[in-house]
């Protein structure tokens, strides 16, 4: 008989000790990657409004910043470029320049942390006039083939400064298999490829496009980017860059797509990361300002909810503050 009053399930959870034996642990460090915004220059530590507790670094300072992550045991960075207004094109060309922010800071972080995985997020939108994922053509449409094209410079700068990983996210068909083309005819067969395989067109990247500058400047991303409302074609997505070379998949946002995620993790035995995006982030922090909410125990149960529906890889803003929540 499965019913109350033979079963009672309150019986398992009375004692913090019973309650705890039956918890899945909270993930480790090494399962977290944390985005970091590089800007060029040096001194330069400005704080991003929209993202608490983040900053814009030039590279001797994220080198300092690290030294407390790395010592954490967190697993590795996630780089992200901006470039000032004068070097931004209609290709987004800085985005490939071997002296360029992100390629200088890979270097300077390899060499320092070697233990640190470093990988680049490969997009064209914080270095293009246009602010789209890719160079538009006579239409005004982004034009997929070239960007692709674009896109495997950018990654192959990456992997030339030393990037373990390259992790293209401006959504264009065919990008994994142009990619891995490059860097295999390069000589860099061992560079791993991450693919922002199910990114949605998404309301939630608001704080990060002003962290990065990277706002499209007329239009939206919802011709390259999946849409919410369409769960087949999102997997399709990932199927597609499996096939085509992907090391790892991901989910991006991760908290309103825990359902996208517990159906990718059935698919596929890749590992998958879930990019637990700067809104989520900026929205859990509004909520704890204004007192609504713990933030210390929102975050817990939004990294715990990651983890049950299948994400391997937390890629994640609270990774340089683990420590204040890794205890419950
Ligand atoms: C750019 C890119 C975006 C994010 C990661 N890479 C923004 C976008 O697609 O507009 C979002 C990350 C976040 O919100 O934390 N291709
Ligand atoms: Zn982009």
Not at 174 to 192: K, P, Y
Not at 218 to 229: I, L, N, T, V
Not at 234 to 240: K, N, Q, V, Y
Not at 269 to 297: F, K
Request: one cysteine or more; a negative charge.
């Amino acid at each position: 008989m499965d019913c109350f009053p033979d079963i009672r399930l309150r019986r398992m959870r009375q004692t913090a000790a019973m309650r705890r034996m039956l918890a899945a642990p909270f993930p480790g460090p090494e399962r977290f990657m944390w985005p970091v915004f590089v800007v060029a220059g040096n001194g330069v530590c400005e704080p991003i409004d929209a993202m608490p507790g983040q900053f814009r670094y030039s590279v001797d300072h994220l080198l300092e910043a690290l030294k407390p992550v790395v010592a954490l045991g967190i697993g590795g960075v996630l780089i992200f470029g901006l470039a000032e207004d004068d070097r931004k094109d209609a290709n987004g060309s800085y985005a490939f320049n071997s002296k360029g922010p992100v390629q200088a800071a890979v270097r300077a972080v390899r060499k320092a942390f070697p233990e640190l995985l470093v990988f680049t997020d490969v997009c064209l939108c914080a270095y293009t006039l246009h602010g789209h994922c890719g160079p538009l053509d006579e239409q005004g449409d982004v034009s997929n083939d070239m960007a692709d094209a674009l896109l495997s410079k950018v990654a192959l700068s990456h992997a030339e400064a030393g990037a373990h990983g390259v992790a293209p996210s401006a959504m264009m068909d065919g990008q994994v298999a142009a990619i891995r083309e490059a860097l295999d005819d390069e000589g860099f067969s061992n560079t791993i490829l991450m693919s922002y395989s199910t990114k949605f067109a998404s309301a939630m990247y608001g704080p990060f496009r002003e962290a990065e500058k990277s706002s499209p400047q007329s239009g939206d991303r919802k011709g390259y980017q999946a849409a919410y409302g369409d769960l087949s074609t999102a997997l399709r997505e990932s199927d597609m860059d499996e096939a085509e070379g992907a090391d790892i998949l991901m989910v991006k946002p991760s908290l309103f797509y825990l359902d996208v995620l517990s159906k990718l993790r059935e698919r596929t035995d890749l590992p998958i990361a879930a990019y637990n995006v700067s809104g989520e982030y900026a929205m859990l922090i509004a909520t704890a300002d204004r007192g609504w909410g713990d933030l210390h125990e929102m975050v817990r149960e939004s990294i715990v909810a990651l983890d049950r529906a299948g994400a391997d890889i937390i890629i994640s803003y609270w990774a340089n503050q683990y420590s204040q929540f890794a205890e419950a």
